[in-house]
């Protein structure tokens, strides 16, 4: 059952409970919300998130998916999941652990001898909990000259390291986190490696097909399916397309993966609720140390394999965010697959950026979690 949901009326959001006045339900605090960051000018053009309990399933939209046809965001519609493809990653290397086609504690330089000799002992565990210390290569001047120089042709996936080979290992404290696109490009490098198949026939094989997912993908090129929600870049001095700016193929598995908002969320319930590998995988997967996501989710951020913890005020949900040119995401499930949430924007939306949206985005974020524990 899919339910979109009007505005409750209310006015005023109180710091971390997201309540407005006049409303008594979660959902209701949420649609306003919803409907507030929608309206709010030099915000995004749109926002629609979608809720499950269980096989019920209630879709939250306001504002446009399209500023030139006025038409609404819609659950099926296509949308870059940007860094959320780092759990897509997760599953396909935690799938073929599980079979026993890779270890955690395999390293770089097993399956990838040609990689620098100072990853060559970095393991598979460290790629997928960000404690690799490999620096980031989106972060890199290189990278984003020979990204702009050709924004649509991107070069092959193993090059896209090129602009970090020859920099030394960072140097970080506590457990060593630091949040780096680096990894999971290694990550499906290794799923590769270990398979003899493209990455993307493995995403197809031991992702997408075991979950049903038929409206999910990770192109090479720029091309988004029709219908797709258009992404927008609202810095002044005013809102410009960027859904195709960029081919899919330079983020690869750290950031390509196309889907829609409720296949996101069927993802998420089940990545999270252990349909795609064992209980030992999945026990290893949620060992969690301190680290934020990028950007951060509500609460209290930890990382695991793949994934992060949430610890918020309404309960703890499990899942990951992303943010590109265009687009900003959450997805997040219960333990057991069984309650989720994702949050999707039409515009890059950070903390270092523009706070105040972001404050408004992430109270969503909470509010989503609380209506899917029904708190």
């Known amino acids: 059952m899919v339910a979109?949901?009007?505005?409750?009326?209310?006015?005023?959001?109180?710091?971390?409970?997201?309540?407005a006045t006049g409303c008594r339900t979660a959902s209701c605090r949420l649609t306003d919300a919803v409907n507030e960051l929608a309206a709010t000018g030099g915000g995004p053009p749109g926002v629609i998130v979608v809720v499950q309990h269980g096989a019920a399933s209630q879709t939250f939209s306001a504002g446009v998916a399209d500023l030139d046809t006025g038409a609404p965001p819609e659950a099926t519609d296509a949308m870059r999941l940007a860094s959320?493809?780092?759990?897509?990653?997760?599953?396909?290397?935690?799938?073929?652990v599980s079979q026993g086609r890779l270890s955690l504690d395999d390293t770089v330089g097993k399956w990838l001898p040609t990689l620098p000799s100072t990853w060559s002992g970095i393991t598979l565990r460290q790629l997928l909990d960000h404690t690799s210390r490999i620096p980031d290569f989106s972060r890199q001047k290189a990278f984003a000259q020979a990204l702009t120089a050709n924004l649509q042709q991107p070069p092959p996936p193993v090059d896209l390291l090129s602009s970090v080979?020859?920099?030394p290992l960072l140097t970080v404290g506590g457990d060593?986190?630091?949040?780096?696109?680096?990894?999971?490009?290694?990550?499906?490098?290794m799923v590769q490696a270990a398979t003899g198949q493209p990455y993307e026939a493995v995403l197809q094989s031991d992702v997408f097909g075991p979950l049903g997912l038929t409206q999910t993908s990770l192109p090479s090129d720029s091309a988004l399916p029709a219908p797709f929600i258009h992404g927008?870049?609202?810095?002044?001095?005013g809102a410009e397309d960027v859904s195709t700016l960029f081919a899919a193929g330079w983020t690869w598995a750290s950031g390509g993966v196309v889907s829609?908002?409720?296949?996101?969320?069927?993802?998420?319930r089940g990545y999270v609720g252990g349909r795609l590998f064992g209980k030992a995988t999945q026990t290893?997967?949620?060992?969690?140390?301190a680290g934020s996501s990028e950007p951060p989710g509500p609460g209290s951020n930890a990382v695991g394999l793949g994934l992060f913890r949430y610890t918020t005020s309404c309960g703890t949900v499990y899942g990951h965010t992303g943010n590109t040119p265009g687009y900003t995401q959450f997805i997040a499930s219960t333990a057991d697959g069984s309650?989720?949430?994702?949050?999707?924007?039409?515009?890059?939306?950070?903390?270092?950026?523009?706070?105040?949206l972001f404050g408004q985005l992430r109270n969503i974020d909470l509010l989503g979690v609380c209506d899917a524990l029904g708190r």
């Open 232 to 237: 927008y870049d609202i810095e002044p001095p």
């Open 84 to 96: 959320v493809a780092k759990a897509f990653s997760g599953a396909a290397a935690l799938a073929l």
């Open 165 to 167: 080979e020859g920099l």
């Open 260 to 268: 829609t908002p409720l296949e996101a969320s069927t993802f998420v």
């Open 339 to 356: 309650r989720s949430v994702t949050v999707s924007v039409n515009a890059q939306i950070t903390p270092t950026v523009n706070s105040e």
């Open 176 to 189: 060593g986190y630091s949040y780096s696109n680096s990894d999971n490009i290694i990550v499906g490098l």
């Open 4 to 19: 979109v949901l009007a505005a409750c009326g209310g006015s005023g959001m109180s710091e971390g409970a997201g309540a």
């Open 284 to 289: 290893a997967q949620r060992q969690f140390i």
